[in-house]
């Protein structure tokens, strides 16, 4: 396997939203929508914005030390021993996230649809999906996603064709007119999702433009953001908040409801299909990345000799880690919002201020290359997309102030924050297709 892998920017970000929104769809809506309500729409915004605020991290690093992923700039910085703990403290993170996500996937599945499958062979065949991935290169995983991540969007937006019908606009409000309680509580508990972004960071050398790997993972963030509330809403529109949140799994409860025909029953079996795939592809992500930590201790990225006894040992280790879903729903709503804040935020900033205070050879290398000037049209996209987010904030506490003594405010402020959370989307894609085509012809004239 070559140590050399680059996969585009596309690809980047949809890796990236695949990340934080298909695991998500398990479990947590109905823990968001059970303290928050109605305001569980709100409960992306403050989590996006720690997105963001990583992502602007990693554009730092990944500008002074090129060609290299997180793990390897946490050595170069820290050093070995120092480094070796920094490392080995988000290894373990990286293990507990990928048993949790393992326990939740398989809980859901022996749940739902196979009843009288033992849930140990349904771990085993995630087991084995995670040591062939393993034992291939990114590339492969990001062309896989190239076709699944968009077929899980479109199927996200057939769910809202199909159950149109099952829509009921009053159930949805009044917004925003409980104060600011549920909406922190909502945010809180989002930060679960958002703080899975940490695991991008091995991939940093995946993309050798700074600039276009920043706007690629900040797009798969907004992305990720959008597709959560769309969720949100389908599951009030449709269920309820009050049964939403008391439901384990709202989203596959809504593709319950659908009714096309007498004849033709048990739909949510067809999107599973495509929910599957995704699913798998957010597991193997994050074992890649306990991979890449692993190989950074031995100083090389041939990590698919460890792909064989990692997945075993993970494969064991699942079990003995949670006892059930509940106990991994608990984990992730409220040990996980815990855990971000305290250890995976001061990780990102001790190793960014190591890469600050010891300057190395590389930044001025990269301080050559990063030097084109970028036109102002395309620069402009990206500051329509953080004036929009700035909008949603304005939604937010307008709602906020009169949604109480006003229902239509409420409903009004909801509607825009929608608008403006994908006006936000749509420059930001805009940004990034301009910026790699711009790149593009950088190099070609070069």
Same mark, same amino acid.
């Given at each position: 396997?070559? %140590?050399?892998?680059?996969?585009?920017?596309?690809?980047?970000s949809w890796? $990236?939203?695949?990340?934080i929104?298909?695991?998500?769809? #398990? /479990?947590?809506?109905?823990?968001i929508?059970?303290?928050?309500?109605m305001?569980?729409?709100?409960s992306?915004?403050?989590?996006?914005?720690?997105g963001?605020?990583?992502?602007? #991290?990693?554009? @730092?690093?990944a500008?002074?030390?090129?060609d290299?992923?997180l793990?390897e700039?946490?050595?170069?910085?820290?050093g070995?021993w120092v /480094? /070796?703990f920094i490392?080995?403290?988000v290894?373990?993170?990286?293990?507990?996230r990928?048993s %949790?996500?393992?326990?939740? !996937?398989t809980?859901?599945?022996?749940?739902?649809?196979?009843?009288r499958?033992?849930? @140990?062979?349904?771990?085993?065949?995630?087991?084995i999906?995670?040591?062939?991935?393993?034992? $291939?290169?990114v590339?492969? !995983?990001?062309?896989?996603?190239d076709?699944?991540?968009?077929?899980?969007?479109?199927?996200?937006l +057939?769910v809202?064709? %199909?159950?149109?019908?099952?829509?009921?606009?009053s159930?949805?409000?009044p917004?925003?007119?409980?104060?600011?309680?549920?909406?922190?509580?909502?945010?809180? #508990?989002s930060?679960?999702?958002y703080g899975?972004?940490?695991?991008m960071?091995?991939f940093?050398h995946?993309?050798?433009?700074?600039?276009?790997? !920043?706007t690629s993972?900040?797009?798969?963030?907004?992305?990720?953001a959008?597709?959560?509330s769309?969720?949100?809403?389908?599951?009030?529109?449709?269920?309820?908040s009050? #049964?939403?949140g008391?439901?384990?799994?709202?989203?596959y409860?809504v593709v319950e409801q659908?009714?096309?025909t007498?004849?033709l029953?048990?739909? @949510?079996?067809?999107?599973?299909?495509?929910?599957?795939?995704?699913?798998?592809i957010?597991?193997?992500?994050? =074992?890649l990345? !306990?991979?890449?930590?692993?190989?950074?201790?031995?100083?090389t990225?041939?990590?698919k000799?460890?792909?064989?006894?990692v997945?075993? =040992?993970?494969f064991?280790?699942?079990f003995?880690?949670?006892q059930?879903?509940i106990?991994? +729903?608990?984990?992730k709503?409220?040990?996980?919002?815990?855990?971000?804040?305290?250890i995976?935020?001061?990780?990102?900033?001790?190793?960014?201020?190591?890469a600050?205070?010891?300057?190395?050879?590389?930044?001025?290398?990269?301080?050559?290359?990063?030097?084109v000037?970028i036109?102002?049209?395309?620069?402009?996209?990206?500051?329509?997309?953080?004036v929009?987010l700035l909008?949603c904030?304005?939604?937010?506490?307008?709602?906020?102030l009169?949604?109480?003594?006003? /229902?239509?405010?409420?409903?009004?402020? $909801?509607?825009?924050?929608?608008?403006?959370?994908?006006?936000?989307?749509?420059?930001?894609r805009t940004? +990034?297709?301009?910026?790699?085509?711009?790149?593009?012809?950088?190099?070609?004239?070069g």
């Amino acid at each position: 396997m070559s %140590a050399i892998q680059q996969i585009n920017h596309r690809q980047m970000s949809w890796l $990236t939203a695949s990340l934080i929104l298909t695991g998500s769809l #398990i /479990g947590l809506p109905n823990m968001i929508m059970n303290v928050s309500q109605m305001d569980a729409l709100f409960s992306q915004f403050m989590p996006l914005l720690y997105g963001l605020f990583i992502c602007l #991290i990693m554009y @730092e690093l990944a500008k002074q030390f090129p060609d290299k992923h997180l793990f390897e700039i946490t050595f170069i910085v820290a050093g070995k021993w120092v /480094g /070796g703990f920094i490392n080995g403290t988000v290894l373990i993170f990286m293990f507990i996230r990928l048993s %949790a996500e393992m326990h939740a !996937i398989t809980g859901f599945i022996n749940t739902t649809l196979l009843t009288r499958t033992p849930p @140990e062979i349904i771990a085993f065949v995630f087991t084995i999906i995670l040591i062939y991935y393993g034992r $291939t290169s990114v590339e492969v !995983i990001a062309r896989v996603t190239d076709f699944f991540f968009p077929v899980l969007i479109l199927g996200i937006l +057939l769910v809202f064709v %199909a159950t149109i019908n099952e829509f009921y606009l009053s159930r949805v409000g009044p917004f925003l007119s409980e104060g600011i309680s549920p909406v922190l509580k909502g945010n809180i #508990i989002s930060l679960t999702s958002y703080g899975e972004i940490y695991i991008m960071g091995a991939f940093l050398h995946m993309i050798p433009k700074a600039k276009v790997l !920043i706007t690629s993972i900040r797009h798969g963030v907004l992305l990720a953001a959008l597709g959560f509330s769309l969720v949100i809403l389908l599951s009030i529109g449709v269920l309820g908040s009050v #049964i939403s949140g008391r439901m384990m799994y709202p989203p596959y409860m809504v593709v319950e409801q659908i009714h096309i025909t007498d004849f033709l029953d048990r739909v @949510e079996i067809f999107f599973f299909s495509i929910w599957f795939p995704a699913l798998a592809i957010k597991v193997v992500i994050i =074992f890649l990345a !306990i991979l890449m930590v692993l190989s950074s201790f031995l100083g090389t990225r041939e990590y698919k000799l460890y792909s064989m006894p990692v997945g075993l =040992f993970v494969f064991v280790a699942s079990f003995f880690t949670f006892q059930s879903p509940i106990g991994v +729903l608990d984990f992730k709503s409220y040990a996980f919002p815990l855990l971000i804040p305290t250890i995976q935020l001061p990780v990102y900033l001790v190793v960014l201020g190591l890469a600050k205070w010891r300057k190395r050879q590389q930044q001025q290398r990269q301080k050559i290359s990063d030097t084109v000037n970028i036109p102002k049209r395309i620069v402009r996209w990206g500051i329509w997309a953080h004036v929009f987010l700035l909008a949603c904030f304005a939604s937010i506490v307008t709602g906020l102030l009169l949604g109480s003594a006003n /229902g239509y405010i409420g409903r009004a402020a $909801t509607a825009l924050y929608m608008i403006f959370l994908f006006g936000s989307y749509y420059c930001s894609r805009t940004q +990034l297709n301009k910026l790699n085509q711009f790149t593009l012809e950088q190099e070609q004239e070069g």
